[in-house]
């Protein structure tokens, strides 16, 4: 094998990079190292070149890696603690990326955790892979030509959006391929659950990276046809016919511990207006069933156990949306969850009129299971905005809570039968078409605890979460760009 790589790893001292630069020399295949600080290091290391950057996620640093890029791959490390590559790890990634051709190759690796060694697996790239938190892992090795060319085609400034800006460019042009073999070996640093690292992007402190992030997406959307502009459909709420005029739902299995504070939290609620509340009980065998019961004597209370025994989250909604006795509008509430005050489901309503939208979605606060607000506190979504927000909305992992949505159009549409997704699913689906209208007041207490379904999940789940995010993201993109050539 002839072809050469240069590499690129971040430098802050000579010790830091020793195992590093040791397993990178190791390979035949390695040409150049070069070493990224932003430290202004004056140390010297032999056989290496220092370059000096702003960060390494700038606009700037991928400028002057691709000057660099004179082998015919170039290998980016994006963790300043120790590598350690597998045996002719190097040679294998290379062979795979010369045989499909591929602008970039990742692969699964090893974790080292304080003294513990794990598996993490990656997974796929695909064509709605847009979350600019999206794991590759920290070795990337990019086809030189192809990252050279996408580096020529950056002409927006990023401080924090450049290396993402770089990879979805490359992503235009040729394939992000993805070895199913455990290639190397990285030191992890952020050892929180998987629960508390979901929240991370809506956390006010990150607010400027997300403003950039969401212009290289939107530059991205509109390369490759799936922009949409804010354009929506108007809807004539007084062409349907409904008994009530909002329905609460709640899909539910084995949540005794939780289920009396939701219904109450819904059979509380002060309106103008005729409402009412399906829960929907999903054959639980906790006691959660003949707790629902109890409030049996309030007529505005419907409990169905729905005949198909098949149903996540979504299958569930799908039974409460079209019983009969489903309103007009159709409100979320989780079984573990209540709402913030007697008041919100008012505010929901009135939204829907206000804003013209067939779909609502509010503002919550995260708490303890004694309601106590627990970090980062208010998720407000304030990366929504009327412009631009249904094309942010391929970048983010959520669209917040609580949703509601025009019973009409949700009928219309099928919730998903799945049990992780299915309401980003429905958001993607309603902004193809519709405005999504916002509150920012909290209408909504989210409790984490053990039994959540995101609270801490191990890697196998995560990456199954979120291949099939990612999935419905590929399926809109697509659908966006066809929805463009018609229109």
């Known amino acids: 094998m002839k072809v050469n790589i240069n ?6 001292s000579a010790n830091q990079v020793k195992e590093t630069i040791a397993t990178l020399k190791a390979s035949h295949l390695v040409n150049k190292i070069y070493l990224l600080t932003d430290n202004d290091c004056k140390e010297k290391i032999d056989g290496c070149e220092v370059i000096s950057i702003d960060s390494l996620k700038s ?42 051709n591929a602008g970039l190759i990742y692969a699964d690796h090893y974790q080292v955790v304080g003294d513990d060694k794990k598996n993490c697996p990656v997974i796929a790239y695909q064509k709605g892979s847009l979350r600019d938190d ?22 927006v400034t990023y401080k924090f959006a450049g290396l993402y800006d770089l990879r979805l460019k490359v992503s235009q042009a040729a394939e992000l391929v993805h070895i199913n073999e455990y290639l190397y070996t ?14 991370d992007y809506v956390d ?44 609460v739902i709640i899909p539910v299995r084995n949540r005794i511990r939780t289920i009396s504070d939701a219904v109450k939290s819904v059979l509380s609620q002060k309106t103008n207006f005729k409402f009412n509340l399906i829960v929907v009980d999903n054959y639980s065998t906790d006691g959660t069933s003949e707790a629902i019961d109890k409030f049996a004597s309030d007529e505005r209370l419907v409990h169905v156990i729905p005949e198909n025994k098949e149903l996540g989250i979504g299958g569930c909604w799908n039974a409460g949306v079209h019983h009969p006795k489903c309103g007009k509008f159709a409100v979320q509430l989780d079984s573990d969850d209540v709402y913030s005050d007697e008041n919100t489901l008012q505010k929901i309503v009135d939204a829907f009129y206000e804003q013209n939208c067939a779909m609502v979605v ?20 304030k990366e929504w905005t009327p412009e631009n927000g249904r094309n942010n909305a391929l970048r983010i992992n959520g669209l917040g809570a609580p949703r509601a949505f025009y019973t009409p159009v949700l009928r219309e549409i099928k919730v998903p039968n799945t ?49 099939y995010k990612d999935r419905i993201r590929t399926w809109e993109v697509q659908a966006r760009i066809n929805y463009n050539k018609k229109n």
């Open 7 to 12: 590499c690129f790893i971040p430098f802050q």
């Open 59 to 100: 606009t700037e640093t991928i400028k002057k890696i691709a000057a660099k890029a004179d082998a015919e791959y170039t290998l980016i490390y994006t963790k300043s603690a120790d590598l350690r590559l597998g045996y002719f790890a190097l040679d294998r990634m290379i062979q795979i990326a010369e045989d499909s």
């Open 134 to 155: 999206f794991n590759f892992g920290s070795v990337l090795i990019y086809k030189s030509d192809d990252l050279k060319k996408a580096a020529s085609q950056m002409d």
């Open 186 to 199: 990285e030191i992890e640093n952020d050892t929180r659950k998987s629960g508390e690292k979901i929240f």
């Open 204 to 247: 006010p402190k990150n607010r400027e990276v997300q403003v950039e992030m969401e212009k290289a997406c939107t530059d991205h959307l509109q390369k490759i046809g799936a922009y949409l502009t804010p354009q929506f459909k108007k809807i004539e709420f007084n062409k349907a016919d409904f008994e009530f005029e909002a329905s």
């Open 362 to 381: 509010g503002t919550y606060m995260l708490t303890d299971f004694e309601m106590k607000m627990i970090p980062p506190g208010i998720i407000d979504h």
């Open 419 to 467: 049990s992780y997704g299915e309401d980003y699913a429905l958001g993607l689906y309603f902004s193809r078409e519709y405005q999504i209208g916002r509150i920012y007041d909290v209408l909504y207490l989210c409790r984490r605890w053990d039994d959540n379904s995101d609270a801490s999940l191990d890697i196998v789940k995560m990456n199954a979460h979120n291949t």
